[in-house]
Structures are given as C-alpha cells and as structure tokens.
C-alpha cells in the first residue's frame, strides 16, 4: 500500500504548482490591481481585490472580482488533475488563493442576494477544504 494512497476511495488532493512572485509581491506590498496586471491567473490577486472591494462597501466590484478569482483558480485546478470534485486542502499554500477567491464568492454572493450562488460556493469551499472554511468564515 502507498502511504499517501486515499482509503476512502476518493480523489486525492489537488495541489496546485507554487507560484511565488504573485505571493511575494502582494506581501510586499505591491497592490493587488498591480499584481493582478502583471499576474493575471493568480486567483490570490483577485481574491484581494475581491476583498478590499468588499471591505470598502462595493460589493458588486467584490464579486466580479472574486469570479474572476475563482475562474482563474477552476482552471489551474484542472489543469493539475482536478476531476471537479475532492478535496484542495488549504494547508498547501498555493491552494489559498482559489479558495479564498471562492469565500469572497460565497460573501458577495450572499450580499447581493444571490442565494442559491452563495449556498453552492458555500458548500464547494467546506466540500474542497474544512479548514479554509473554518478560517475564512
């Protein structure tokens, strides 16, 4: 048996590829409508402009932002062997950015009204990481 091999007969986690400069910019410092530029499959950008939208009170800017995030991230998911479902665990850092892009989702979703889109991205973050759930809610 392979010590990594899933018992529950799943998928196993999705791990996306490290992508540091988008990280380490937004660190820096640097802003996120700047990274994002330069940077712009990086669900982790988008997910902070997501946020800062949200925080200012324009929320219809939070979601498009965070759509744009969370797209993003589907498609590096899958590019990497994502099925459409399982697990994307949240400690493995370079997993943060998607699933923060898809709690910003849910967020702006449910203030807009968007009830069954905030029900749907609720359910799809607790269902791909508890604990990114559990830390962003």
């Known amino acids: 048996m392979a010590i990594h091999e899933n018992l529950l007969g799943g998928p196993p986690p999705t791990r996306l590829p490290d992508e540091p400069e988008p990280r380490e910019l937004l660190a820096a410092g640097t802003a996120p409508d700047e990274v994002a530029a330069q940077y712009p499959t990086s669900s982790l950008a988008w997910a902070q402009l997501a946020d800062q939208a949200f ?31 399982g697990p994307v665990p949240w400690e493995h850092e370079p997993n943060r950015g998607f699933l923060r892009a898809l709690h910003a989702l849910a967020r702006a979703a ?10 749907r991205c ?16």
């Not at 590096?76 to 062997?81: D, E, I, Q, S, Y």
């Not at 449910?110 to 029900?119: F, R, S, T």
């Open 55 to 85: 925080e200012a009170g324009r929320v219809v800017e939070s979601y498009a932002y965070a759509r744009t995030g969370y797209h993003r991230g589907l498609d590096a998911l899958r590019r990497n062997g994502w099925k459409g479902h």
């Open 110 to 119: 449910q203030a807009i009204g968007e009830k069954e889109e905030y029900e």
């Open 122 to 137: 609720s359910t799809f973050l607790r269902d791909s990481s508890q604990t990114a759930a559990e830390t962003l809610g």
